[in-house]
């Protein structure tokens, strides 16, 4: 089985090989001019971890639009993704991402990016009154909003393709959840993380 394997691996291969050499004189190198200013995207992998010491992380998938400016140094992304844990969670993402080094097949940018999540989830409230104590279960509308700096790096495979990756760090500024209940920590930390792959 394993020879059998190999012998596919190898046969893949070498048919790759010759289709790169027959159709190499009319390739044309990629570069900058020949990368378009339109960038679409879908994110199948993000991970966000908004309250780490009171919540899980976040997974989601996402889609998401980047335009490139004229000087090949500034772009606009503006992602929107979906939470895969959270039933109705939506999260925005818009960015501003500079390039030092402009465009090209490996690009790094990193730039300013705003958090704006919303969705219904549920929290645990303790209520004492005079005949006893219980929880009461409380589902809200949340809302928050954060700001994070944000990394990328893009590899340019083919004209139409690429793969990126992207980390951001930051900090949560609004959270509509209140804080004296039992489901949330007073103490947490506001500190913001995301990781994705597109």
Known sequence: MKSISLLFVLG???TSVSAQKSHKADRQPIGGANLGRNIVSVTPMQIMA???ENDEPDFMVGLS?????NNDLLSFRLPVAMSLRKSGTFYLMPT???YPKKQGVVKFAVGPQLLFAMGEESYQRYVNTGSGAYYQTITENRKQ???????????TIARNLYAAFDYGLGIRYYDSFPR???????FGSNRLYCLSFS
């Open 50 to 52: 908004i309250d780490i």
């Open 180 to 186: 004296d209940n039992n489901y949330l920590s007073p």
């Open 145 to 155: 909003f954060g700001f994070m700096l944000n990394n990328s790096i893009n590899f």
């Open 96 to 98: 501003i991402k500079i």
């Open 65 to 69: 639009y980047e335009r490139i400016f």
């Open 12 to 14: 893949l291969l070498t």
